[in-house]
């Protein structure tokens, strides 16, 4: 899906790490929420209170969950989990990487 339809957008940005991550938080009609975002190239290490799934839509990262060792590798179109009360390194390089992270 190329778009979100009959959703609210709160109109502040959430910027993180001095400006290398940006997104808007989407709400929908049932009160769950996404965040659409970008990030410009850099090495984050992000936590989750929640489950999330990061979903590609341009761009492509390198990704490292909490207790693993191996780089795995995300594209357009593709996407990965990430369990609740951990954390995830992300490494971005090239174009910014665009993306919309699912909670719960």
Request: proline share 4%; hydrophobic share 35%.
């Amino acid at each position: 899906m190329s778009q979100f339809d009959n959703v609210s957008v709160v109109k502040a940005a959430n910027v993180y790490f001095d400006g290398k991550c940006v997104s808007h938080t989407v709400i929908f009609a049932d009160g769950s929420k996404k965040t659409v975002g970008v990030i410009l190239p850099a090495s984050l290490t992000f936590n989750t209170g929640e489950p999330e799934i990061m979903e590609t839509v341009a761009g492509a990262c390198r990704y490292r969950l909490k207790g693993e060792s191996e780089w795995k590798t995300s594209g357009a179109g593709e996407s990965f989990n990430v369990p609740g009360n951990s954390s995830f390194d992300i490494e971005v390089t090239g174009e910014p990487y665009h993306y919309v992270c699912y909670f719960g």
